[in-house]
């Protein structure tokens, strides 16, 4: 199985912070990588797939991008809507796995 | 749009079976490029994927639960179910449905349902 580890498990910061969070995969993923975020009592929804390709409707503050086997989400100006938990999600191949979580709290 | 809904007891017994059924409207289970699965987040921790079936029943499961999980799938109801036995308490989440289309991640989620093991 592959495994995603995501850092850090939280972090604090600021309406207006640009805000980055990471995902390692255990094995080589292509472009297979998503990010999605959840807020409390809601299911997660998706943001962000083949690495860096927005879905429809996500604003363009949210950016991933890849180095080899890792991962970053950014959040270029974090705006109060934006503190949640967010996941990233490998579907190269079954099982497919999820990182930890990063929850985003105001500082 | 569309939506999926899960349906399903919200207690159940240790040792007895949980079920639980998706209904999909707004769109056909049928469809070629669509699987449809179940995700489970246990309260307050992260996301694990259950299984996953295509409309013609080809089935994809995550290891550890595979002994445990039956998934299938009803076309004429356009609906898929999950069948979890000999559930503990380690087994109490909120169990989500959802549909990825093929060589992409989850693009819709079901609202999720908890489902609590106790006698």
């Known amino acids: 199985d592959i495994q995603m580890t995501q850092s850090p498990s939280s972090l604090s910061a600021s309406v207006g912070d640009r805000v980055t969070m990471t995902c390692r995969a255990s094995?080589?993923?292509?472009?297979?990588l998503a990010w999605f975020q959840q807020k409390p009592g809601k299911p997660p929804k998706s943001l962000i797939y083949?690495?860096?390709t927005l879905q429809s409707g996500v604003p363009s503050k949210f950016s991933g991008s890849r180095s080899g086997t890792d991962f970053t989400l950014t959040i270029s100006s974090l705006q109060p809507e934006d503190f949640a938990t967010y996941y990233c999600?490998?579907?190269?191949?079954?099982?497919?796995?999820f990182g930890g979580g990063t929850k985003v709290e105001m500082k | 749009q569309l939506q999926l809904q899960e349906s399903g007891p919200r207690l159940v017994k240790p040792s007895e079976t949980l079920s639980l059924t998706c209904t999909v409207s707004?769109?056909?289970?049928?469809?070629?490029?669509?699987?449809w699965g179940w995700i489970r987040q246990p309260p307050g921790k992260g996301l694990e994927w259950i299984a996953s079936?295509?409309?013609?029943?080809?089935?994809y499961d995550n290891p550890p639960l595979k002994s445990r999980v039956t998934i299938s799938v009803d076309t004429s109801k356009n609906q898929f179910s999950l069948k979890l036995n000999s559930v503990t308490a380690a087994d109490t989440a909120v169990y989500y449905c959802?549909?990825?289309?093929?060589?992409?991640?989850?693009?819709?989620w079901g609202q999720g349902t908890l489902v609590t093991v106790s006698s």
């Open positions: 079936i295509h409309y013609s029943g080809t089935t």
């Open positions: 083949a690495v860096s």
């Open positions: 094995q080589g993923i292509s472009n297979y």
């Open positions: 707004g769109g056909s289970i049928s469809s070629r490029s669509y699987f």
């Open positions: 959802a549909r990825r289309e093929a060589g992409r991640p989850i693009d819709h």
């Open positions: 999600q490998q579907y190269s191949s079954y099982p497919i796995t």
